[in-house]
């Protein structure tokens, strides 16, 4: 039945109960304890005005005379001084000598609670239920030269005590009620906040979600962490770990440092509480000896920063896609390129035809075959990476198109094979500044239409030089166009080029160098360096 009501009303109703129980009990309790109290204190008040009976000498001459007139005035006097329900006196067989009602006394007292005092001569509190009702009664001998000659019990019925008590325990009992009313309220205002922060949501929702969430977050290819400020672990996928290089489980990891287990972990713990942190977008990171694009994005709500998610991806798979994407798109390029110059030489050769120049179409046919063949032995001889040398025709077509000239210098070559940085990465490093400085020239209407290109590797080190006559940097920074978004194109740039280009040379460890050509241009020169042959150090004989 339970189960069948909403979370806000289960929580509402379980808090209402407990709540409820505890102010009873404790009440019940402290009730129990102030009832007790009062008995203690009115059986201790009942055997102090006996005591002050039994050693009162008229009481005692009277009990040896048996003189009930004279203790029916003393006592009648007492009556009317003492706030107590009855005053009984009996002689030692038990008579009742005095009662508030007459037609008791000369009769034997019924309780049977009176052999501690008539024969051991012990005074005591009892709680007996007698001839005028249940009550609390203080009872002494009354003693006459060591003698026993009778008892006296001074009594307070239970029935008006309760009276009392019940009058003592009103504001008591209202403050019950009070918190009674107050808990179901609070109760009611406390399920309501928690189902606020439960974004209005069921427990079998949430938990629907949570599965739900754990499900994708296991399948995604991307390494996801969210971490706190203070670099505890929130959650972490398992592509994460195995990314990593982890040999925990994901439940392990969790609400622990990723201090513990990535080094360095900076990126995973950037900022304080509170402090406004950007956004990082496909950032190079190294941690735990491996190269990883990263994404972070904070956590926040209304109270400031909680902390971060991150995503990896690793470098050679990124690398790998964006060379393949660079290399399609030269080679669309470049058949472009190639059936722009067929459809032009078929429709000379067409025309040729047509007129009956036969000789004049064969020429063309030689010539055009001749200077083909011949710029594609150069470049084959010059550059040895054949990636490399396939880039370089097709952007030579591609300048042509464009009505530029991309210029060789008469000392490039390329041998290979020792550089710390792929022949791939390479490959997109030259197209992308090729393209940029392609771009650049043909927006600057004063330019000579001229490309520069420089590039060896048989000195200490890879350099690579690419000039151009077009519109240089503006007046910008040209640190600034190597970020991420920052892009030289006014149009559709998106600043993705030269940030790349300037990853590729980060990654090897070479230089960068961007600066203003004269009169007008740009001038990007790269520098990376080679591995170092390993000396032979060993020694033929001695």
């Known amino acids: 039945m339970l189960n069948k009501l909403k979370f806000r009303t289960r929580v509402a109703l379980m808090l209402s109960l407990f709540f409820i129980t505890l102010i009873c009990s404790q009440s019940g309790l402290f009730l129990y304890i102030f009832e007790k109290t009062i008995v203690e204190q009115v059986g201790s008040k009942a055997l102090v005005q006996a005591k002050e009976i039994a050693s009162d000498p008229a009481v005692i001459s009277g009990l040896k005379n048996i003189n009930q007139p004279q203790i029916s005035d003393i006592f009648s006097r007492r009556n009317e001084l003492s706030d107590a329900d009855y005053i009984v006196i009996a002689d030692r067989q038990g008579l009742r000598l005095y009662h508030p009602n007459p037609d008791y006394i000369g009769e034997k007292i019924t309780s049977g609670d009176n052999y501690d005092a008539l024969v051991l001569g012990r005074s005591y509190v009892s709680v007996k239920k007698g001839q005028s009702g249940l009550s609390i009664r203080g009872k002494t ?137 950007p956004d990082v977008n496909d950032e190079l990171m ?80 030689e010539s055009t075959n001749n200077k083909r063949q011949g710029l594609i032995d150069l470049v084959s001889q010059i550059f040895k990476p054949r990636i490399i040398a396939g880039l370089l025709l097709g952007k030579i077509s591609r300048a042509e198109e464009l009505g530029l000239t991309l210029e060789i210098d008469p000392m490039s070559a390329l041998d290979g094979g020792d550089w710390k940085i792929k022949e791939d990465e390479l490959c997109a490093l030259l197209g992308n500044v090729l393209d940029n400085a392609f771009e650049s020239s043909i927006k600057n209407p004063g330019s000579n239409k001229i490309i520069s290109l420089f590039i060896n590797d048989r000195s200490q080190e890879l350099i690579l030089v690419v000039s151009d006559n077009g519109i240089g940097f503006e007046g910008r920074d040209p640190e600034e166009l190597i970020t991420r978004g920052v892009s030289s194109k006014k149009e ?50 001695v």
């Open 286 to 365: 190294t941690c735990n000896g491996e190269t990883f694009i990263a994404t972070r994005v904070k956590m926040s709500d209304e109270n400031g920063v909680l902390g971060t998610v991150v995503s990896l991806r690793k470098r050679d798979n990124i690398t790998t896609l964006t060379t393949q994407l660079a290399q399609v798109q030269h080679y669309l390029d470049n058949l472009r390129v190639i059936r722009h110059e067929h459809n032009n030489q078929l429709s000379t050769l067409s025309g040729l035809l047509q007129i009956g120049e036969y000789q004049k179409a064969l020429e063309l046919l």
């Open 141 to 277: 001998p009354v003693i006459a030269g060591n003698k026993i000659i009778g008892v006296v019990s001074v009594g307070y019925l239970v029935s008006k005590l309760s009276d009392r008590i019940f009058e003592y325990s009103l504001p008591i009992l209202s403050g019950i009620v009070i918190a009674t009313i107050l808990t179901i309220w609070g109760a009611y205002n406390f399920s309501n906040h928690i189902k606020k922060q439960m974004f209005n949501m069921e427990p079998k929702e949430i938990a629907q979600s949570l599965q739900i969430k754990t499900s994708i977050m296991q399948t995604m290819y991307e390494g996801i962490i969210a971490t706190k400020n203070n670099g505890t672990i929130l959650n972490i996928n398992r592509s994460a770990i195995e990314m990593l290089g982890i040999t925990r489980d994901p439940s392990h990891l969790t609400g622990r440092s990723i201090q513990e287990f990535v080094t360095p972990a900076g990126f995973f713990m950037p900022c304080k509480e509170n402090e406004n942190i």
């Open 492 to 541: 559709e740039g998106h600043g993705i080029g030269l940030h790349l280009v300037s990853n590729y040379v980060a990654k090897a460890g070479g230089t960068l160098l961007m600066e203003e050509a004269e009169p007008q241009g740009a001038v990007f020169s790269i520098y990376i360096p080679k591995f170092r042959k390993q000396e032979d150090t060993s020694y033929e004989g």
